[in-house]
T-cell receptor, first 113, second 114 residues
Framework: DQQVKQNSPSLSVQEGRISILNCDYTNSMFDYFLWYKKYPAEGPTFLISISSIKDKNEDGRFTVFLNKSAKHLSLHIVPSQPGDSAVYFCAASGASGTYKYIFGTGTRLKVLA | SAVISQKPSRDICQRGTSLTIQCQVDSQVTMMFWYRQQPGQSLTLIATANQGSEATYESGFVIDKFPISRPNLTFSTLTVSNMSPEDSSIYLC???????????FGPGTRLTVT
């Protein structure tokens, strides 16, 4: 039972355009969400977070949107750069304890120069 | 964010042996965690490493197979015991500060069991 799903295993975007990565969850008790970026042979790097009391959080080129009624969040990267090419994971917490995160399966983003 | 290192970065081990992975943080942290990422899969939480007491394991993970130590606020070890090829994974430690929801990951240990 995958509680956090990233239905697109891969995504290709032209440099300078917007990248939109999606994440769906099933547990309405989740109340905090994180996005990570992972390069090969490295650990995940924290990008941005959002609490369920907000519907948007922005940090530079990265914006996360949360739609609680749809149990959906998305990460927007504008403008996309070749260095953004990586695997992106969303993670959700809150159902069973503040610090226990359930991760999605990841989306591999490729930004084309 | 804290600087997190792991040793070894990778290893190839024989079936039936054990490997201990170390995680070192450059500052004191409240919470330390161990995750596993099997090939083509997502990250799965193995356990929370508790300073001075037994680790808290997630469903499907047991202390006999994955003993964990955390002697202080900057260091933890995970042992993968009696390994089988199914244990081939990337093992990652992560940390979180007091009152913080964000977790920061180490570089990972890539384990291959033959």
């Amino acid at each position: 039972d995958q509680q956090v799903k990233q239905n697109s295993p891969s995504l290709s975007v032209q440099e300078g355009r917007i990248s939109i990565l999606n994440c769906d969850y099933t547990n309405s008790m989740f109340d905090y969400f994180l996005w990570y970026k992972k390069y090969p042979a490295e650990g995940p790097t924290f990008l941005i977070s959002i609490s369920s009391i907000k519907d948007k959080n922005e940090d530079g080129r990265f914006t996360v949107f949360l739609n609680k009624s749809a149990k959906h969040l998305s990460l927007h990267i504008v403008p996309s750069q070749p260095g953004d090419s990586a695997v992106y994971f969303c993670a959700a917490s809150g159902a069973s304890g503040t610090y226990k995160y359930i991760f999605g399966t990841g989306t591999r983003l490729k930004v084309l120069a | 964010s804290a600087v997190i290192s792991q040793k070894p970065s990778r290893d190839i081990c024989q079936r039936g042996t054990s490997l201990t992975i170390q995680c070192q943080v450059d500052s004191q942290v409240t919470m330390m965690f161990w995750y596993r990422q099997q090939p083509g899969q997502s990250l799965t939480l193995i356990a929370t490493a508790n300073q001075g007491s037994e680790a808290t394991y997630e469903s499907g993970f047991v202390i006999d197979k994955f003993p964990i130590s955390r002697p202080n606020l900057t260091f933890s070890t995970l042992t993968v015991s009696n390994m089988s090829p199914e244990d081939s994974s990337i093992y990652l430690c992560s940390v979180s500060g007091q009152g913080s929801y964000e977790q920061y990951f180490g570089p990972g240990t890539r384990l291959t069991v033959t």
